[in-house]
């Protein structure tokens, strides 16, 4: 079965891309039926009140093992534009933020590796592209450096970099991974200015979920996305905020159908139904939960299909890496693409209002559950992949 009946013409929409950015380098595209091993790279035993980093990360696919001069491993900037056909490069007027705890101290200059090795113009504190603050908006002191959340830091960074080139990167380092740290640091993004903020952060719900929604993610004309989490069915906070976009996963490989892309419901995306936020009004779909359900939308997360990556604090360079870490920044920047939401509005509401721009994903499974539809893909919107992935930008615009 097709997973999309809608027409995609990536190779046009890259012809137009060209005339206005280098041409980007292939990048060497993963096998589905690899089994990688992999590694999650933050502590997945998160205490109540703190939260983990998503990222993932391949453990036997380094730049050291190519041959010189070839071209990362894993999905590049031009192999996710195509997916998703998105033709638009961004706007400088456009920031948006990345939130992560700890300090990665090699943020800058992996960045500019990355966007380097890609064609991808320079992205720097000293031409204003790129800034780095604490979770009070500050830019010092910042956090102790911590490994971990460096690769995430990295792969977050690397995805706003591919998907909007041209938009501006705001890093903002919560002390610590606890919600409050991490709510502060939400908040520091959208005083500075980001109109979209993205978290590839979660925990389990501990009955305190209403009052961070009021605290820190209540923020209308704001588009905040967040990670469903790489544990299979099952729910995460912030994901299950009712003013939050929560992004699932995919597994994505080349070939198939109208698209010349293919995508199922990736086993690892967290799904479920919240114990304590209420049903937004937007979420107008059967979803078997009498309270919030996640997922609203998705993008690649498997690691296996993953993502390149170029971190060094903590790690050795390039690295293929998933998780939805990866699907809630690609998800945030195209928001970005999209435009600037409506002052008063929720823009997660966007996608329910536009479903016919989006690529259904109906096939795959993230585990058992009792309402199918929460953890089994297909027709319309399910619990692993929300409504579907982006078939360009207009699902995502007011």
């Known amino acids: 079965m097709s997973r999309s009946t809608r027409r995609i013409l990536a190779t046009a929409a890259f012809s137009a891309l060209a005339l206005t950015m280098p041409a980007l380098p292939a990048s060497a595209a993963p096998s589905a039926p690899a089994a990688h091993p992999t590694a999650h790279v933050c502590d997945q035993h998160a ?7 998503f990222a993932q990360r391949q453990t036997d696919t380094t730049r ?15 192999d996710l534009r195509a997916a998703y056909n998105l033709t638009g490069t961004g706007s400088a007027s456009a920031t948006v933020a990345i939130v992560d705890a700890y300090d990665d101290p090699n943020a800058e200059s992996d960045l500019a590796t ?23 908006g500050q830019s010092s002191p910042l956090p102790k450096a911590d490994t971990g959340w460096a690769g995430e830091i990295s792969l977050d960074l690397d995805m706003v970099s591919a998907i909007c080139p041209n938009c501006h990167i705001l890093l903002v380092e919560a002390d610590q991974p ?19 903020v993205s978290n590839s952060y979660g925990g389990g719900e501990d009955g305190n979920e209403n009052t961070y929604d009021t605290s820190y993610f209540k923020h209308p004309g704001v588009a905040i996305t967040a990670s469903t989490g790489d544990s299979g069915y099952g729910i995460s906070y912030p994901a299950s905020s009712q003013y939050v976009t929560a992004v699932g996963g995919t597994s994505l490989t080349k070939g198939g159908g109208d698209r010349g892309w293919s995508e199922t419901a990736w086993n690892g995306a967290g799904s479920g139904c919240s114990g ?6 937007f979420q107008n779909t059967d979803t078997g939960c009498d309270k919030r359900a996640v997922a609203d939308v998705s993008a690649v997360a498997d690691p296996q299909t993953g993502v390149a990556v ?7 360079g390039w690295a293929v890496y998933g998780g939805t870490s990866a699907s809630a920044p690609i998800i945030a920047s195209v928001y970005a693409l999209a435009g600037t939401p409506g002052a008063s509005d929720t823009p997660g509401a966007y996608p329910y209002a536009h479903t016919g721009n989006l690529n259904d994903v109906t096939e795959g499974s993230n585990g058992s559950c009792d309402a ?3 953890c089994n893909a297909g027709p319309g919107w399910d619990g692993p992949t929300g409504l579907g992935t982006p078939n360009g930008t207009a699902a995502f615009t007011a």
Do not use: E, H, I
Not at 47 to 52: L, S, Y
Not at 126 to 134: E, P, S, T
Not at 276 to 281: A, N
């Open 178 to 196: 606890t919600m409050d740290d991490l709510g502060t640091a939400v908040n520091s993004a959208v005083t500075l200015g980001a109109k979209y």
């Open 310 to 316: 170029y971190q060094t604090y903590g790690g050795s």
């Open 276 to 281: 304590s936020v209420p049903k937004p009004s």
């Open 47 to 53: 205490k109540p009140g703190m939260a983990t980093c």
């Open 372 to 374: 199918q539809q929460q």
């Open 114 to 136: 990355y966007r380097s090795t890609y064609g991808l113009p320079a992205c720097t504190t000293d031409n204003g592209c790129f800034k780095k603050v604490n979770q009070k």
């Open 64 to 78: 050291a093992r190519l041959a010189p001069n070839a071209a990362p491993s894993g999905y590049g900037p031009s």
